[in-house]
């Protein structure tokens, strides 16, 4: 008989709960998702306010999809298996970055091109800054990351004029000259963090006022 006052578990293992957790995970960031882009669109909050949160949401969403993807089949049949009607949220994510990008992109003569360089940049900032939030330190595992960054960022033909640009490429040619399993220190570390997230916030402005390309 079963007991009404017993707890019911959800995994019998480690991996069982990591799994369960996993999708729970995923489940709150559309939801989330969802809420954040009407709120965009009802204006109660404005461009400054939903950019970060919903970038954020994005790298988070794709983070996950790589330890679950293979599981869940894709964003769509997750949605339909557990009856999410989130079509706000489907659509930010299939684009892939914000709308306040989308729709620069959109405005400029690179068009869906232009949008898809956005979202691959904007993703390279993520990786790079997680990495340093991460404790990585090692030249072998920060430079394949800086490089993928600096090489997206080059694209648009405003960088040249960034002020970003001189200060990632101060760090690039920083890690260039350390051997592989050399660090660096924890002042570069924090220095190099505040470096690369006022040249992602400066990317992003020269995205909005449309000097991007």
């Not at 869906?112 to 997680?130: H, N, P, R, Y």
Request: proline share 2%; with cysteine; charged share 25%.
């Amino acid at each position: 008989m079963m007991n009404l006052d017993e707890e019911v578990r959800l995994w019998t293992t480690n991996s069982e709960r990591e799994k369960t957790e996993n999708l729970a995970t995923l489940y709150s960031i559309i939801v989330s998702l969802e809420y954040l882009e009407r709120a965009y669109v009802r204006d109660s909050v404005n461009g400054k306010e939903y950019a970060p949160a919903c970038i954020k949401l994005l790298a988070q969403y794709k983070s996950l999809m790589k330890l679950v993807g293979d599981e869940v089949g894709g964003l769509e049949p997750f949605m339909k298996r557990f009856k999410m009607d989130h079509q706000a949220a489907l659509h930010r994510l299939t684009i892939g970055v914000p709308a306040t990008v989308e729709h620069s992109a959109e405005a400029t003569d690179g068009g869906a091109e232009a949008g898809k360089w956005v979202a691959e940049t904007t993703q390279s900032f993520i990786t790079f800054m997680d990495a340093l939030k991460l404790n990585l330190r090692a030249k072998d595992q920060l430079h394949p990351f800086l490089t993928e960054l600096m090489s997206g960022y080059s694209r648009f033909k405003g960088s040249g004029e960034w002020e970003g640009r001189g200060k990632i490429l101060h760090w690039l040619i920083t890690l260039n000259a350390m051997k592989a399993s050399d660090e660096i220190t924890e002042e570069q570390s924090r220095q190099m963090l505040f470096d690369i997230e006022n040249a992602y916030n400066e990317f992003f402005r020269s995205l909005s006022s449309g000097k991007s390309t």
